[in-house]
């Protein structure tokens, strides 16, 4: 359950303040599909870091889980990413001197999982999201569409309760962001909270809520089908 | 695995600068050589000093007599004190603490013969502790002069080893020939062993001839010893035991004991002490060089972590998306600093392990001879790899920090 209330995020840039959020209210429950959708600089990815728990709001409150994240220490945070959150990137963020079965075992190292446990969840992530053979495959042997998959099972490691995505398809083809799409809609149907942000509206339309943000501000909020 | 791929980026990380990193390593690998073999050295170096200062003998005392210049129950100043050999044998007596004691008599310009060849030389008279005293120790096939020697006052004689050279061919073992001295057959006992010897009062041992102080008496009629030597039971004694033998001297020739310039002392434990003090300088200077030059090698080694730091900031945003806390990336750059340490440390060890084994060829005898043999001691290289894990620590902290201090949604745009 994310419950956002009047959250506000203000940047310096140098002197300046930039108002990045402006007092956005909303409420997501456990298991919705969601895209959160907006022209650059509308403040989604900032919704998206502060939700992740990656960063946290100037103003307002964030509950998740019931629990008020503004104020919590780093260790907490990193703690949070790691069993709540799982996230997908735009440009994937693999690392690239470790292989497709390392970077899905990452998130279990951070939970300090046992090595063996460690490696047959990531093989059986992998398998998830039909990559089983290219384990040992480093991400410059794989394909875009290929290393998003990877990067998703690496999102699953640690069953989060959420998928984060930020522009997941944004850099795929589209045949390749179907099946990345297709991916979350399953993910849906397993009970996941999956919150995709994105300024593609046929992503969108796959989705079954859409908040529209403008200039840091949430403008509508509407149910999809 | 994966920290056997830490491993493996660090290694990544470490050719893409190898200028860079190659450099770093050099300024480890340097300073550790510098802290090593200095030290290696300046131990060898202080074992040679103490060496060849004992070749005149280990923690001993030389005494002359001189002049009074107090009064002293109603005699006069001025007077000589000469001693005996009794005064030797009294003052063994009255100090416990007087662990050897000898009188040594001398005769300049003694001519020695054997066959066709003579030599001009300084002959001693002396009593059979003078060969402990004086770290003579006789070549093998040979002995030193002893008691019976002096009890029945045998012609027999005892040569330095360059002596022995000259007279019987170098390393001869001339043991039972018979030498002349002024026309008076003497019987050769032993030669001296070879010894490093760097300080004297007359002459270095392995010219001269040695008999029994009886003998000696005996022959050339000498009624006065030139001086004495002697030893205390322990050097930290010694100064206990000069003071003693002003005092049973003094009460002995009837001089006040106050009177420094009665008797004239050499203690050579005073320059032990020197040695152990300047060497200790001597170390610490060394020490400190070398730890500065290793202090430069640190603070390369922090400017390439800064480095390293600086072109992983993406890496370290996604590590922390993905739930690494801050303590997790501060151990991985410090264990990269460490390796970098380590191994800049190893190539130095190994460096100054083989330049101080390259000293223990036969080659190098010659120079050993001055500079002594480099020694690398169990304590240099704890203590130095203390210092290697100090700068390690230090270097690797401060950019380690960084990394883990980063703000995650800025480390992920870059």
Known sequence: MIELEKVSKVYRMGTVPVVALDGVSVEIAA????????????????????????????????????????GLKRNDLAEIRNRKIGFVFQNFNLLGYATALENVELPMVYKKMRGRERKSKALELLGLV??????????????GGQRQRVALARALANDPEIILADEPTGNLDSQSG??????????????????????????AAETRRVLNLFDGKLVSDSPNH | MYYLKLVGQFYQDMRRQKLRTF???????????????????????????????????????????????????GMGIGRQIRFRQEDAEYLERKIPQMALISAEYSKWNVKIIYKKNARSITLKGVQPSFGELRNIIPEQGGRFLNDLDMQHSRRTIFLGNKLRDALFGEGSNPAGRVVMLGGVPYTVVGVLQKKTQNSNYSGSDENMALIP????????????????????????????????????????FKFDPADKEALSLWDTTEGDRFIKYFFM???????????????????????????????????VGIK???????????MQFMVETFLIVALGAGVGFGFSAAVVQVFKLPIMSNVIIYVGTPTISPAVALGTMLVLGIVGFSAGYAPARRAARMDPVRALEF
């Open chain 1, 31 to 70: 298991g919705e599909f969601v895209s959160v959708l907006g022209p650059s600089g509308s403040g989604k990815s900032t919704l998206m870091h502060l939700i992740g728990c990656l960063d946290t709001p100037s103003g307002g409150t964030y509950r998740l889980d019931g629990r008020r994240v503004e």
């Open chain 1, 130 to 143: 039909g990559l089983g053979d290219r384990a040992v495959h480093r991400p410059s042997e794989l394909s």
């Open chain 1, 178 to 203: 179907r099946e990345i799409v297709q991916l979350f809609r399953k993910l849906h149907q397993a009970g996941k909270t999956v919150i995709v942000v994105t300024h593609d509206k046929t992503i």
């Open chain 2, 23 to 73: 450099l770093t390593m050099f300024g480890i690998c340097w300073g550790t050589i510098a802290v090593v073999l200095l030290l290696a050295f300046g131990v060898g170096l202080e074992a040679r000093s103490r060496q060849s200062m004992h070749g005149m003998g280990t923690n001993v005392v030389i005494l002359w007599g001189s002049k009074t210049t107090m009064p002293f129950e």
């Open chain 2, 213 to 252: 102080a009886s003998t000696f008496r005996g022959s050339y009629g000498h009624r006065y010893a030139d001086n004495l030597v002697y030893r205390a039971v322990d050097p930290d004694l010694s100064e206990l035991v000069n003071k003693d033998v002003y005092r049973e001297l003094g009460r002995r």
């Open chain 2, 281 to 315: 300088g001597f170390k610490a200077f060394l020490a400190i060089a070398g730890v500065f030059t290793l202090l430069v090698g640190g603070i390369g080694v922090a400017n390439i972590m800064y480095v390293v730091v600086r072109e992983r900031r993406r890496e």
């Open chain 2, 320 to 330: 922390m998306a993905l739930g690494a806390t801050g303590k997790t990336i501060l």
